[in-house]
Structures are given as structure tokens and as C-alpha cells.
């Protein structure tokens, strides 16, 4: 694993891991607002090269609290700086939103969205009484993240689900989007289910045996489905 540190279009230091070799692809791990857990050589797709952007004010990047738009810009800068003309963007939980949202405003720097256990575009009250009904069974995970971070991408990511055109923009985008939901996963698939249907060129799939943290309690699996997910 390699790194190096992108300066973001306000000056903003934002610290980028990088592995592999082939076609770009960048990774954006979840949260909101927590370091990048998916920072792993054995967690990359193969035959790719993988970017990890830590968030600003995460981590070993600068900066703080922030929005969508500002998450988005600072996608933009790794790519200008990495002189990728597109990528694939792959996101785990809230990485799958943010990726939905940076193809919606970037579709001509985006070969495909591959979102795994994400959230959906939503903010509804049976989902969360489902997801946490079942908090109490999903393996604990310790993972550093920035509460004010948090908060800050939360509220804007309401403002966004409520942007009058958001569904229309999706109806028309051009990007294809594979969203991928974990069947032992405590959250609901619902909503991935009717943003692949949603998107012209989406498609759902469902992974049996592995929960929400995949990418931890097995490693190999989440290697295997992005690795095929990323090059289809």
C-alpha cells in the first residue's frame, strides 16, 4: 500500500492510500465519518488500482465537519490529481450513498457505482425501527470516526434525499450501479432494491451468509465480490 497526500481544491490536505495496478477504482468506506477501515491490500479489487480517500477531518486527512457537495469536490481533486479520466466508485454502507450522489453529479468521470450494504436514499421510520431492533445482534466492530463529522454529512444527506429533482435525476442517470445487500444484514434491503429498479442501467444482488461488516468477518468473500462486481 502506498500513500500520498492530495491538496484539496481549498487547500485542505487529504491523505490517499493506493495498491495494485489495472484500472482505477476508488474505495470509499462508510460511516459517516470514520477512517478508512477498507485500507487493505487484501481487501482490493484485483487487476485494479484502488484509491482510499480518508475523509477530511477524519483521520490522517485535514479539515472538518463538512457536506456532500464538499465530499463530492474533494473526489474530484484525488481524481484531477491522480489524472484518472474515470473510475469505478465503490462504496461500503454510507460509501455506497456518497457514491450514488458523486455518480449523479460527476456521470461522465464514472464507469460504475458498486454500492455493498448500503442505506438507500431514505429516511424511514420502519427501516430504523427494524435496524435497531437488531443492533443487538450484529458483531461489534471497532472503528475510530469523528462524531461533529458525522453530524455534519447526516444533515446534509437529509437535505439531499428531500432535493425536489433527486428522483428524477436518478430516473435519468446513465451510470450503471450495482447495489449489492448482505442477507444476514440487520438493515433492511428495500431500499437498495428500489434504487436498482429506479436507475435505468441498476441491478440488485444479494449476498447469502455474510452480514453488514463483510469485509472484516470475511475478508475473502468482500475480495471476491468486488473484485467481480468492479470488472463487470
Known sequence: MRSKTVVADDGIPLYVGVTGAGPDV?????????????EHDELAPRGM???????????RSGGGPHDLARAVADLEAIRRAGNIDSWVVLGH????????????????????????AGHGLHKDR????AYESGK???????????????AA??????????????????????????????RED??????????????????????????HHMWSTDPQVWADLVTRACRE
Open 26 to 38: 476508488v474505495v470509499l468506506s462508510g460511516g459517516p465519518g470514520c477512517v478508512h477501515y477498507l
Open 49 to 59: 488500482r484502488a484509491w482510499y480517500p480518508e475523509p477530511r477531518g477524519v483521520g
Open 93 to 116: 454502507s454510507w460509501g455506497s450513498d456518497l457514491a450514488v450522489r458523486y455518480a449523479l453529479d460527476h456521470p461522465d468521470r464514472v464507469r460504475a457505482v458498486v454500492g455493498v
Open 126 to 129: 420502519t427501516w430504523s425501527r
Open 136 to 150: 443487538h445482534l450484529e458483531a461489534a466492530i471497532e472503528i475510530d470516526w469523528e462524531p461533529d463529522v458525522h
Open 153 to 182: 454529512l447526516n444533515a446534509s444527506f437529509i437535505r439531499w434525499i428531500h432535493e425536489p429533482d433527486l428522483l428524477r435525476r436518478l430516473a435519468d442517470s446513465t451510470v450503471p450501479m450495482t447495489l449489492v445487500a448482505a
Open 186 to 211: 440487520i438493515r433492511p434491503s428495500w431500499p437498495l432494491r428500489q434504487l436498482a429498479t429506479l436507475v435505468p442501467h441498476g441491478r440488485f444482488e444479494e449476498l447469502p451468509g455474510v452480514a
